[in-house]
């Protein structure tokens, strides 16, 4: 599991970014992001559990307060991975053009955002 992306942030720029998105349940087995498809969303876990898998192999298990889907809007890439909820889900729903602006009007989260992005692209 990983720190939450909302700890590199103030309370009040961390209430900006959720109030930013939409709130959604997802149900177990339900797959929201795909490898090999465009990078349109991404999502806050705040409650729940994930497995990000390339190839099918799981490569990282995340849960409340990870990002998926960050990795591509921010390397402006199709999807390396598919993520697949191993519970059911609460998220945070952001578009890309919504990742894009946070990450321009709240300088700590585009820096976490990156930071993210880039130990995903090194697979760590």
Known sequence: MTDSIL???DPADARR??????????P??????AAGTTADKAYLITEGEVSVRKGGVEIATLGPGSVVG????????????????LTPLKVVHFTSERIEQLADQVPAF???????????TSGS
């Open 17 to 26: 970014v959720l109030a930013a998105g939409t709130e959604l349940t997802l």
């Open 7 to 9: 700890d590199a942030l």
């Open 110 to 120: 585009g820096a976490a955002l990156r930071a993210a992005a880039a130990g995903r």
């Open 28 to 33: 177990q087995g339900w797959s929201p992001i």
């Open 70 to 85: 960050e990795a591509a809007i921010v390397n402006r890439t199709l999807r390396s991975a598919t993520v697949v909820a």
